[in-house]
């Protein structure tokens, strides 16, 4: 059973700034983070922002040049930063593994990202 905790989001303003984390626990045998998504009201859950174990990105077109995902794998980490964030980005953010051969996903409870003046 894997487990994945986001932390970081909140309230901030358009233009503004924010860093997610996701802390990954639990059996991670053959399951790798993989990185971000994010579901808004009303919306289908989409892809943010990925990152295999060995550095490679992949973005989604409309946060190209603004967010940055990273991971450390050692601690079981995958961050996402987050710049000049607009309205239409409030959303709740989720993290997200998955293992190797099942091509299960696991994911973690969601962080809220408000943007908002």
């Known amino acids: 059973q894997v487990q994945l905790v986001e932390s970081g989001g909140g309230l901030v303003q358009p233009g503004g700034s924010l860093r997610l984390s996701c802390a990954a626990s639990?059996?991670?045998?053959?399951?790798?983070?993989r990185g971000w998504y994010r579901q808004a009201l009303g919306k289908q859950r989409e892809m943010v922002a990925l990152i295999t174990s060995g550095g490679s990105t992949n973005y989604a077109a409309s946060v190209k040049g603004r967010f940055s995902v990273s991971r450390d794998n050692v601690k079981k980490m995958v961050y996402l930063q987050m710049n000049i964030l607009n309205h239409e980005e409030t959303a709740v953010y989720y993290c997200n593994a998955r293992h190797n051969e099942s091509l299960r996903d696991s994911w973690g409870e969601g962080n809220q990202v408000t943007v908002s003046s």
């Open positions: 639990g059996n991670m045998e053959n399951t790798y983070l």
